[in-house]
């Protein structure tokens, strides 16, 4: 089991900007490959980013694309997502994960507020 | 980008055995394998089985996956109540670049 724990979540307003982190334990957290997955109340699971262990490449759906940007700090055993011009629909709690490795943090709330 | 398709909902007796399905294409659960993910309300997912339909250290041998072409399955073999729970299967698609999730399975245990 590898902790991850997520923060940076909260209230923010429609049009506004966020930034999520999420940091591991351990180190070797520049072998993850990391996501960003969210979960609208009541709703199933919704990728919304992926970047590869150097974090050269990124990889967004059409949802994000443009608005959310991905990227991670090994040295700091960290990954980010900066959100901008957030609305109603990005409201969810946001797990970082290596996903097909098993590794999920406990996930953050954010609410948007129009 | 279209997601991976699973039942919405599945109901079986206690101790009978559950099959979930998940279906994709060649691109993604044909070519890339599928993990499949438990998840309590109110509770971060937890993979049980991997793309290469290993299960992880701690997961009990009940769970087992599967892939036949483009469909994918979970085998829970003598369901207990606590294995009533939403079911997810992930695959990473590789013509579009991009993770798809099946919509969820609820299993209920009767």
């Known amino acids: 089991e590898v902790p991850l724990v997520e923060s940076g979540g909260g209230l923010v307003q429609s049009g506004g900007s966020l930034r999520l982190s999420c940091t591991a334990s351990t180190s070797y957290f520049w072998t993850f490959w990391m996501t960003w997955v969210r979960q609208a109340p009541g709703k199933g699971l919704e990728w919304v980013a992926s970047t590869n262990q150097d974090g050269g490449q990124r990889f967004y759906p059409d949802s994000a694309k443009g608005r959310f940007t991905i990227s991670r700090d090994n040295a700091k055993r960290s990954l980010y997502l900066q959100m901008s011009s957030v609305m109603s629909e990005d409201t969810a709690v946001y797990y970082c994960?290596?996903?097909?490795?098993?590794?999920w943090g406990q996930g953050t709330v954010v609410a948007v507020s129009s | 980008q279209a997601g991976l398709t699973q039942p919405p909902s599945l109901s079986k007796d206690l101790g009978q055995t559950a099959t979930l399905i998940c279906t994709g294409g060649s691109s993604n659960v044909g070519h890339e394998g599928v993990g499949w993910l438990q998840q309590y309300q109110g509770h971060p997912p937890k993979l049980l089985s991997d793309?290469?339909?290993r299960r992880p250290s701690g997961i009990s041998d009940r769970f087992s996956a599967s892939t036949s072409g483009n469909t994918a399955s979970l085998t829970i073999t003598g369901l207990r109540p606590e294995d009533e729970a939403d079911y997810y299967c992930a695959a990473w698609d590789t013509s579009v670049n991009a993770m798809l999730f099946g919509g969820g399975t609820k299993l209920t245990v009767l």
């Open positions: 793309r290469d339909n």
């Open positions: 994960a290596d996903l097909f490795a098993g590794f």
